[in-house]
Nanobody, 123 residues
């Protein structure tokens, strides 16, 4: 079992950067694919990025070239570096864990979710 705690959200101007972190408890973190999702007001939760246990990575088209996902298994932490932020990136960002998951796994396959961290990008 994993517990996930996100941090690093906040208010930033368009064009700025933020780095989100997701700290996981549990001894099997390295076996999980870790994903980032986001949900804006009035919209469905959407996929942002994922990194598998073997280091395969996938991004949503809307964030390619601007966001970078990485993980430290030594620290049981996954990161999301967000650059060139846009107002459309405003959302609550969630990290999630998927046991032995692939880059194409849908949200329903994720076993554990964090509580979310708010990211607000002003224009």
């Amino acid at each position: 079992q994993l517990q996930l705690v996100e941090s690093g959200g906040g208010l930033v101007q368009a064009g700025g950067s933020l780095r989100l972190s997701c700290a996981a408890s549990g001894r099997t973190f390295n076996r999980y694919a870790m994903g980032w999702f986001r949900q804006a007001p009035g919209k469905e939760r959407e996929f942002v990025a994922v990194i598998t246990s073997t280091g395969n990575i996938n991004y949503a088209d809307s964030v390619k070239g601007r966001f970078t996902i990485s993980r430290s298994n030594a620290k049981n932490t996954v990161y999301l570096q967000m650059n060139s932020l846009k107002p459309d990136d405003t959302a609550v960002y969630y990290c999630a864990a998927n046991w032995a998951g692939a880059t194409s796994s849908p949200p329903a396959n994720y076993d554990y979710w964090g509580q979310g961290t708010q990211v607000t990008v002003s224009s």
